[in-house]
C-alpha cells in the first residue's frame, strides 16, 4: 500500500512526506556543510560540541544550500527524553517564544564554481535543560524537512570526580579506555537514583557508538553519591587512533595529505594521498582535531561565501574484502555509514575508493568497517594513547516536569596534550 501511494504521488507531481529522524541528518543532498556550535569563543568555535547552559544563547546553526536559491526556511525545536525519543511536553513546557522561527539571515556564494546560499541562524533559549532536536524545513510546510540536528542544553546541578582507580580486564587495556567516576547531587534532592538518574557517554562528539543509560555500580544514598566503576567489557570505549586528515585550505597551494588537484572539471578534483591500514603499526603520536572539520579558505575572503566545493577522492590501498563493508567517515557526514560513504574496491588501483563533495577546509576523517569478523577499527588500530574527547550527561527525571532534565554536563579530555 506504501509503495502504491508513493507511486501515484510521483504520477501527480507530489512529494511524500520525509519521515523525520531523531539524529543529525539531512534529508536533501543539496544540502550541505551543516554546522551547530556554540559560538562561545571566537576562534575554531565550529569544532565545539552542540551543548550550552540554560542562561546563555550562544547556539548557532549554518548549512549550505546548492540549490543557489533562495528558500523561505523555517526552524522548530523538539524536546526529547535522554535516549532521543519526543518527550510529552507541549512547546509552552519549554519554549519562552512561539515555536516556529524564520531562517533570513543568508547570504550568496561569491566567484564559486559551484554557486550556493550559505544559511545561519541563532537558535533560541529555551525553558528547561535537556535533549532538543532542531528541524529545518520549508515553506512553513513541517514535513518538507531538510535538515535534523540534535543539541542540549545543561543546568550543572551536580559534581563529577575522577577515579583513576584500574579497570578490570586487564587484556582490554592495551586497545581500550574506561570512564570510572563518582557523581555528588548534595545540591538537588533525587528520588530513588537508581531509577530516575540517566547517564550517557559519548566520544568525540559521536552518537552513533555513545553509551546510553549507564548504570552505577553502587549507590550511597546516605551521602548523596552514586559511584559509577566498571569492570565489564561491555562497559569499555574502543580508543581507536589519532584521525587521519587532509588540508585543502587553498587550492593553489594544496595542503598537508594533498595528492594532487585536476582544474580541468567543475568543480575541481582534488585526490588525498593513498591511505594504507594501520592496524599493525605502533601508535604515533600527533594532533587532531578529534573527527571533526573547520572550513577554511586561504586563497579568498570569507570562508562561509567564499570557499568552493571540491570533489575529493578517498583512497584505502588494501586488498578486496569482499563483502565486508568500508565506509569513510567523520563529522562532515555526521558518521553515517550509508550509501554516500561507503568506499568501493577498485582492481585498477587496488585500492578502495569513494569520492565525496565537500567545503574547503580541514578534515578528519577514519574508515570505519562494518563486518563482524574485522571489526569497526580493522584499517585504524586502536591504542590506549589515543588521546580522545569524552562528554559524560547526567539526567534526571523528577515528578514535575516528568521529562528527563540535564542536570550534569562534563567534558572529559583522555590523554590531554
Known amino acids: 500500500m506504501v509503495l502504491i501511494i508513493s507511486i501515484l504521488l510521483a504520477l501527480f507531481g507530489v512529494e511524500s512526506p520525509k519521515k523525520l529522524i ?31 547552559r540554560i542562561d546563555q544563547n550562544d547556539l548557532v546553526l549554518e548549512f549550505d544550500d546548492l540549490r543557489n536559491d533562495i528558500n523561505s526556511y523555517y526552524a522548530r525545536i523538539i524536546h526529547c527524553q535522554y535516549n532521543w525519543t519526543a518527550s510529552s511536553l507541549r512547546d509552552l513546557d519549554f519554549m519562552l517564544d512561539y515555536n516556529e522561527f524564520n531562517v533570513n539571515d543568508y547570504a550568496y556564494s561569491s566567484n564559486t564554481q559551484i554557486p550556493y546560499v550559505h544559511y545561519r541562524f541563532n537558535l533560541p533559549r529555551v525553558k528547561l535543560p535537556g535533549n532538543y532536536l532542531l528541524v529545518v524545513y520549508r515553506e512553513g510546510n513541517k514535513s518538507d524537512i531538510i535538515l535534523s540536528h540534535r543539541f542540549m542544553v545543561f543546568e550543572n546541578r551536580t559534581n563529577l570526580k575522577r577515579d583513576n582507580q584500574a579497570s578490570g580486564a586487564i587484556t582490554l587495556r592495551s586497545t581500550n579506555q574506561q570512564l570510572n567516576f563518582i557523581l555528588d547531587y548534595r545540591g538537588m534532592e533525587i528520588v530513588n537514583p537508581f531509577e530516575s538518574v540517566h547517564v550517557v557517554i559519548r566520544q568525540n562528539q559521536r552518537w552513533d557508538n555513545a553509551r546510553y543509560d549507564v548504570k552505577p555500580s553502587f549507590v550511597r544514598e546516605d551521602i548523596s553519591q552514586i559511584e559509577y566503576r566498571f569492570f565489564g567489557d561491555d562497559k569499555y570505549f574502543s580508543a581507536g587512533n589519532e584521525f587521519r586528515f587532509v588540508d585543502f585550505r587553498s587550492i593553489n597551494f594544496p595542503g598537508q595529505n594533498t595528492d594532487r588537484i585536476d582544474k580541468t572539471p567543475r568543480p575541481y578534483h582534488l585526490w588525498v594521498q593513498p591511505d594504507y591500514p594501520r592496524d599493525a603499526q605502533v601508535y604515533t603520536q600527533y594532533p587532531d582535531i578529534n573527527g571533526q572539520f573547520n572550513i577554511e579558505n586561504l586563497d579568498n575572503g570569507s570562508a562561509e561565501t567564499a570557499s568552493n566545493y571540491i570533489d575529493v577522492t578517498f583512497t584505502l590501498k588494501a586488498k578486496d574484502f569482499g563483502k565486508a563493508k568500508i565506509y569513510v567517515v567523520g563529522a562532515f557526514n555526521q558518521w553515517e555509514k550509508d550509501a554516500e560513504s561507503l568506499m568501493k574496491f577498485n582492481p585498477g588501483v587496488e585500492a578502495y575508493q569513494n569520492t565525496v563533495l565537500l567545503k574547503q577546509g580541514w578534515y578528519n576523517y577514519q574508515y570505519l568497517v562494518d563486518d563482524n569478523q574485522l571489526g ?32 550534569g554536563y562534563f567534558p572529559i579530555q583522555i590523554n590531554a596534550r
Open 22 to 52: 531523531y539524529e543529525n541528518h539531512t534529508y536533501e543532498p543539496e544540502i550541505k556543510s551543516v554546522q551547530l556550535y556554540s559560538a562561545k569563543r571566537e576562534i575554531r568555535s565550529h569544532l565545539l560540541p552542540a551543548v550550552t
Open 376 to 407: 569497526p577499527y580493522y584499517f585504524e588500530g586502536s591504542h590506549f594513547e589515543t588521546e580522545n574527547f569524552y562528554e559524560v550527561l547526567v539526567y534526571y527525571k523528577p515528578f514535575q516536569p516528568n521529562t528527563d532534565l540535564l542536570i
